[in-house]
């Protein structure tokens, strides 16, 4: 049985600008039909590793695979199988949208009858105005159709949702998972971590270049802190906080009076271990109350970044 080609691989893929390296050593491997998240501060090297996937810019050292293909030596075959939304997008062409896109139908290749159309009111763009003077989000909608008008086997968006507004950034959405059902390969970066929550099946972390995890977004949220609220008689508060100091993973922020029962005591607790074992010392005590936040996978994204990472 012949091995599937992934949509994207890279090995050892790094760039330098003199002696600046911007990306260090990245190894990815990212399956078709998958939608795959790249997070990161500014400056990570989330741009700069989308354009070496596309050959705008080339790589010091290292090997990238698109489709099967390199792309210096892909040319206009593997252009036409890509959707590509640049980060800095600039349109300051006279002509309104819809010329502007059936323009670009002759570049991308062939496009459904109505597909332009179907978008732009998913997107609630006006195609008749001019391009030049459509505000910041109209002109990110006129590259989100281009990009994916032609449904190409690979969608590569550098920021999608900039300057979108929260209905329109919730239809994107839907456009990406409808893609992916659809067998394309949705390769996407972003600041909003909640975007890459909802839409992505694995995700990267980039931080100075360097790939520093790739994980799916279930593991990443299992290693995320998880935020305790425990209600207890006054009685046992230091019996609790004896018990609680034995908890792996566990430390305990603050302790307050509970607002309506003068009773009880609110121990406020951060837990970066298994819940098995607090839900075993707890059993040793009389609990009023108990509340598990969700984990957040903000903090625990935020941990790569700083290179303090949760459960390391």
């Not at 819809?98 to 991308?108: D, G, K, N, T, V």
């Not at 390769?187 to 972390?205: C, D, K, P, T, Y």
């Not at 566990?250 to 406020?268: A, F, G, M, W, Y």
């Amino acid at each position: 049985m012949t091995p599937s080609v992934p949509a994207i691989e890279t090995r050892a893929l790094t760039k330098a600008y003199g002696r600046h390296p911007a990306l260090s050593d990245v190894e990815l491997r990212i399956e078709e039909g998958s939608i795959f998240g790249l997070i990161g501060p500014n400056g990570a090297g989330k741009t700069t590793t989308m354009r070496l996937l596309l050959d705008i810019i080339r790589p010091t050292s290292g090997e990238v695979s698109v489709l099967g293909m390199n792309p210096r030596a892909g040319g206009a075959r593997l252009r036409n199988a890509i959707g590509y939304l640049p980060g800095e997008l600039r349109l300051n062409t006279r002509a309104n949208a819809r010329e502007f896109l059936r323009h670009l139908q002759r570049i991308s290749g062939p496009v459904e009858p109505g597909t332009v159309e179907r978008l732009a009111e998913r997107l609630n763009l006006d195609l008749g105005r001019p391009v030049r003077s459509l505000s910041k989000g109209n002109k990110q909608k006129v590259g989100l159709i281009q990009a994916f008008m032609h449904q190409p086997r690979l969608l590569i968006l550098d920021e999608p949702t900039s300057g979108l507004d929260p209905l329109v950034q919730q239809e994107f959405l839907s456009m990406v998972r409808e893609a992916q059902q659809n067998g394309q390969t949705v390769f996407l970066s972003s600041h909003v971590l909640r975007e890459i929550e909802q839409a992505a099946n694995h995700v990267g972390i980039l931080r100075a270049g360097v790939m520093v995890a790739v994980s799916t977004v279930e593991a990443l949220r299992r290693r995320a802190r998880q935020h305790l609220r425990i209600g207890v008689l006054t009685s046992e508060q230091e019996a609790l906080h004896s018990t609680l100091a034995r908890v792996p993973g566990l430390s305990v922020e603050n302790t307050t009076p509970d607002p309506v029962r003068h009773d009880i005591v609110q121990v406020d607790a951060r837990l970066d271990g298994a819940v098995d074992d607090l839900v075993r010392a707890l059993a040793q005590h009389s609990i009023a109350d108990l509340v598990i936040d969700q984990p957040d996978l903000e903090e625990s994204v935020l941990g790569y970044y700083t290179g303090e990472e949760i459960g390391s």
